[in-house]
């Protein structure tokens, strides 16, 4: 529990400032969807349409990637450069368990973000006269969070992988463009899932296909435990 | 002070500068692909001009996006990052006051910005010749010129929220949210007249206009009045910055 606790107190105020914005541009979005309309497209559509495009699919989707990507880095490396990282591997604890704390809070506080605009969405839409469907807001909530978990994932294993702490954060962002640019040419879709189009449910979102992106993001949030378990500090 | 500053952002630097360099030779090599091909990054660029397709890809698209991103991580101060690894206490020590410390490291990261920013004007039309296309060099000097005093925003922005956020990631978590938020900020009614939006105004959004045989995306004349106010306002961010650092217990 101290462990959750200390992977907790380390990424808190990313992830407080993350869940804030997000929340924060999800109210705007409905809230004041007249005005902003007129940012997201410069054509007549519905308000279902409208949500799809500036918070599942757009705006809101990629502020999401990024925090989850930036909510990957830390770690003992981290820890190794402030010269702290005795001190936590001197707990009477495996490197495994501490790996696991990490992952296990990055994955639960993923969780927290790619709810929030889902329960909001639904919750603020009456206030404008307008409504959406909650069953359809946390489909969204739920593709957001097994691929958020992914790129957090991408974001765990730069972090132990590459040293220097932002270097890691420029390696996970360069990797992550990369692959975006990867997946979008033609015949890569026989070989990679564009995982952005799996958020915004434009992509397979079958359940073998969550289930493969699940077992990706676990192995290599295990493939990163592995090389801290190994490694000299 | 100066190869230390180097050596400290050099990482950072490099990676970015191979990364859009990366993405400026695929852009303009993979051309005749991506334009006969339904690539889905380049939908809109599959009718038009080259000029249209550079624009749209590099100069209004990934790449525009990918260099505001990075600067970030080219922006975060390093004393406070020396403060968390113990080291502020043997720079501070250094025979120099801390406005040098800190001067030297805005000056590198100037020097490096400007780098960064003539990337796709070195590359677009030197590649461009390669495959007997021709990309004009004043255009991309213009665009160079908006991405180094936007991204001087961006990286004072940086530098100063990392002086006053603890945590090392917590900066560049604020730094991309002003980024974002910023955006909203700039289409608000009362403000959208002013183009405050700093994407648009690097990537010459709404503003580009067709030659007269319509075959090339001619940017408006630049408006130095424009970026002498964004370096004045990117001035007063690193200013700020200084006196918090001046004033800063390490």
Redesign the interface.
Known sequence: MMLLYKAWL?SR??FL??LL?LAG?SA?FVLFNQ??R??VTDHDMSYVEYIWRGIFKG?LRD?YV??TL?LG??GLD?ER???TAGHTLALPVSRWRLIAARGLTGIVETAVLAILPASLVPALSPFVHESYSWLLAFQFGALWTIGGTLIFAIGFLASVLVA????A???A??FL?GY??TT???GMEHYLVDIHDVMNGSGPHDISTLAAISVTAAAMIWFGGLITSRKDY | MWLKAWRESR??FL??AL?LSA?CA?AVLSEPYIRQ??????LRLREGSYSEYIYNLIYSG?AKG?YA??VI?LG?GELQ?ER???TAGFTLSLPVSRLRVVGTQVAVGTVELAALASVPAILIPALSAFLHRSYPLPIALHFSVLWFFGGMIIFAASFLLSVV??????A???C??AL??HT?VA???PLAGYRLNLMWVMGEFQTMRWNVAHTLLLPPPLSWLRMCVMACFALLLLSAAIRVTNKQDY
């Not at chain 2, 091909?37 to 380049?42: E, G, L, Y």
């Open positions: 380390e105020a990313r400032l993350g914005a541009l705007v005005d902003v007129t940012v705006q502020i990024i925090l930036l880095l830390g981290r450069s402030y010269g220097g702490e932002y270097s954060a420029v390696a962002l360069v463009f975006s640019i979008d040419l033609p | 990482m950072r990676a970015t990364s993405l695929v091909h339904q690539v889905p990054i380049a990934m990918l991103l990075l991580f975060l990052r968390a690894t113990r956020t603890p945590g090392e990631y917590t560049p978590v604020a991309y949210l974002v938020l909203f289409a608000w009614h």
